[in-house]
């Protein structure tokens, strides 16, 4: 009965395919940066109203969209896909290519919205079959935050509109695994994700007298010696945790040792406490500073923390995903804001293989996915659904 079931929703969806296709390729060809999806979130509007039996929520925590879908008392669903799009120049040549400059559907969720379009529709027909309610999610602004320090999902948690939701899903397509297998994994999966700026301040002079300066590129020098050593002496190596720095500015002529550098990065980990370590050793790699003459000024923003999936709801999507290749482990060092409602109710996320023959990673401005994963997507959506809310 349950190879049945999974046959069936596998059925459904390959029936909408035309569909997933033509909806994903809209999306990438119009993508829209994080707090402005007006376009997407229009689309996504103008889809659902097609289908029967939704009552639409716009505007949520900024172009945000919840989709609610009840058919009597029983529990509620929320399946979640995230809109916006990155500050990547495309490199694609395929004639869905981003026609919006500097901006590109480079992590997939282009794909996501438009699954999650499939999933509305087959639910929607099959509504009559469930008791309970689902709520799409469909949010804005996963991939940055606003000057408050806050992403799209903790702006729609801040609505009030998903206070009700017992169970959740979301899913993420997953280029380094091919299509018809699923990547889960209990427990932390993505990671805590703070960034840093750091200022080394010293003494500016002439670069012809040293000696009568306190130079901040050498005091700098001396604090990305410590925070590039700590991996492995101050971080147990069986936990998982890590210091990057992206940027790095200092001075603006050949012979003037400037005032000041100016140091950017990201401080990721699983645990609470070894996050907590890594922004203590960063205070005390950059205490060096003072110790050798000069001063610093250290500024965490605190990010999403790490992704947490509940075992109960893998083995929920496992069931959904019954006849596909499971891979279980973490996904990796990345970030996601999906977090913030792992951390509220019991919820996961999971990787979706779509990989090409020529594997192109997230935010590779030549991204792209095979497509037949769309119903792969789809019928997993709907087979968690049903497995939650069959009458």
Request: proline share 5%; hydrophobic share 40%.
């Amino acid at each position: 009965m349950k190879q049945r079931n999974v046959l069936n929703h596998r059925k459904k969806a390959e029936a909408v395919y035309p569909e997933l296709v033509k909806w994903r390729r809209d999306f990438h060809k119009h993508p829209e940066l994080s707090f402005n999806e007006k376009r997407t979130s229009e689309k996504v509007i103008e889809v659902l109203q097609s289908f029967d039996g939704f009552h639409i929520q716009s505007n949520v925590g900024g172009y945000g969209v919840i989709a609610s879908l009840s058919n009597g008392d029983g529990p509620v669903i929320g399946l979640r896909a995230d809109m916006d799009a990155l500050p990547i120049q495309e490199q694609s040549v395929c004639e869905y290519a981003s026609r919006n400059p500097g901006v590109m559907h480079a992590c997939g969720h282009d794909a996501h919205t438009a699954i999650l379009l499939g999933a509305a529709k087959i639910l929607s027909e099959n509504r009559k079959h469930l008791k309970g309610t689902i709520k799409l999610i469909f949010q804005p602004a996963e991939e940055a935050c606003d000057e408050n320090g806050e992403s799209g999902a903790v702006k729609m948690l801040q609505s009030g509109f998903l206070d009700d939701i017992d169970r959740a899903v979301a899913l993420h397509m997953c280029p380094w695994q091919p299509r018809g297998t699923i990547q889960l994994h209990d427990g932390p999966s993505m990671a805590n994700n703070d960034e840093f700026d750091l200022a080394i301040k010293g003494r500016g002079g002439h670069g012809g007298y040293p000696q009568d300066t306190i130079d901040p590129l050498w005091l700098s020098a001396q604090v990305l010696q410590a925070l590039y050593s700590m991996n492995g002496r101050k971080i147990d190596p069986l936990q998982v945790g890590t210091i990057s720095l992206g940027q790095i500015h200092g001075g603006k002529a050949h012979n003037i040792i400037p005032d000041e550098v100016m140091v950017k990065g990201t401080i990721r980990s699983y645990e609470k406490n070894v996050r907590l370590t890594l922004i203590d050793e960063l205070e005390n790699a950059a205490s060096l500073a003072s110790a050798l003459g000069g001063s610093y000024e250290l500024r965490i923003n605190e990010g999403e923390p790490a992704l947490l999936n509940h075992p109960y709801i893998n083995e929920i999507i496992e069931k959904a995903a019954e006849g596909f290749h499971i891979v279980k482990k973490p996904f990796g060092m990345g970030s996601e804001d999906f977090s913030y409602i792992t951390e509220k109710i019991p919820a996961a996320m999971f990787f979706l293989g779509c990989r090409l023959e020529e594997e192109r990673g997230l935010h590779h401005p030549q991204f792209d996915i095979d497509e037949s994963a769309l119903v792969d997507g789809t019928a997993i959506l709907v087979g968690f659904v049903e497995h939650l809310l069959k009458r």
